[in-house]
C-alpha cells in the first residue's frame, strides 16, 4: 500500500525559500521506472506539475519555474526534498506530492497536501 | 492560463452521462497517449480516474471511460450518481522539457 505525506512550513515570508518534505512508504525509489513529483493548485484555480524526480536521480523541473525549484531525494530514508525560492505571494497553494511509476506513466498515488502561504 | 484546455462547467441528471473534453496540442495530447483524468473532491487530494487515455485503475467504476481523437481527449461518465459530483483536471505528458500539463478543470454537477 502506497501512502505519500507532505510536511512543510505552513506560512512563509517573500522572498523566502521554501522547503517541503515528501516522506513517502509501500515503494522503493531505487526501484528502476518510480519517481515522485511536485505538483501545486492555488486556492480555487487549476493543478499545475512542478517537478519529477526518478529513481536513477534523472530530474524534471517546470519551464516557467525551473530557476527556481530543486528537487532531492534520499531513497534509503524514503523521501523527497522540494525547495522553491524567492516565495511570493502567488505561490501561496497547496502542495501535492505523488508516486509516479513509468510503466503507468501518471500521477497514481498522491498525498493529501499541505497548504502554504506566502504572506509577510 | 492552463496548458490544457476543458469546459469550466457540465452538469446532469442522475443516471444520465456527461463528457468532459480536453484540449491541447500536437505536442502533448495528440503526440502521446498518456492522457489522465483526476477526479477531486472539495478539501481533497485528486484521485487518478484513467490514465493512459482509457485505462481504469483497480477499483474506478466502469462508469467512467476515456477516449482521445487527436488533439483531444475526453472523460465520459456514464450513469451519473451523486458522488461523481466534483471537479475534473485532465493532464498529458508533455515531453521531456514541459514534463506535464494539466487542464484547467472541470466542474461537474449533478442536478
Known amino acids: 500500500q502506497i501512502t505519500m505525506q507532505e510536511s512543510g512550513p505552513t506560512l512563509v515570508k517573500p522572498t523566502q525559500t521554501l522547503t517541503l518534505t515528501c516522506t513517502f512508504s509501500?515503494?522503493?525509489?531505487?526501484?528502476?521506472?518510480?519517481?515522485v513529483g511536485w505538483i501545486r493548485q492555488p486556492p480555487g484555480k487549476a493543478l499545475e506539475w512542478l517537478a519529477l524526480?526518478?529513481?536513477?536521480?534523472?530530474?524534471r523541473y517546470s519551464p516557467s519555474l525551473k530557476s527556481r525549484l530543486t528537487v532531492t531525494k534520499d531513497a534509503s530514508k524514503n523521501y523527497v526534498v522540494l525547495t522553491m525560492t524567492n516565495m511570493d505571494p502567488v505561490d501561496t497553494a497547496t502542495y501535492y506530492c505523488?508516486?509516479?511509476?513509468?510503466?503507468?506513466?501518471?500521477?497514481?498515488?498522491w498525498g493529501p497536501g499541505t497548504l502554504v502561504t506566502v504572506s509577510s | 492560463q492552463s496548458a490544457l484546455t476543458q469546459p469550466p462547467s457540465a452538469s446532469g441528471s442522475p443516471g444520465q452521462s456527461v463528457t468532459i473534453s480536453c484540449t491541447g496540442t500536437?505536442?502533448?495530447?495528440?503526440?502521446?497517449?498518456?492522457v489522465s483524468w483526476y477526479q477531486q473532491h472539495p478539501g481533497k487530494a485528486p484521485k487518478l480516474m484513467i490514465y493512459?487515455?482509457?485505462k481504469r485503475p483497480s477499483g474506478v467504476p466502469d462508469r467512467f471511460s476515456g477516449s482521445k481523437s487527436g488533439n483531444t481527449a475526453s472523460l465520459t461518465v456514464s450513469g451519473l450518481q451523486a458522488e461523481d459530483e466534483a471537479d475534473y483536471y485532465c493532464?498529458?505528458?508533455?515531453?521531456?522539457?514541459?514534463?506535464?500539463?494539466f487542464g484547467g478543470g472541470t466542474k461537474l454537477t449533478v442536478l
Open positions: 509501500g515503494f522503493s525509489l531505487t526501484t528502476s521506472g518510480v519517481g
Open positions: 505523488a508516486h509516479r511509476w513509468n510503466n503507468l506513466n501518471t500521477f497514481d498515488y
Open positions: 524526480i526518478y529513481w536513477d536521480d534523472d530530474k
Open positions: 500536437s505536442s502533448d495530447v495528440g503526440g502521446y497517449n498518456f
Open positions: 493532464s498529458s505528458h508533455a515531453g521531456s522539457n514541459n514534463f506535464e500539463v
Open positions: 493512459e487515455v482509457s
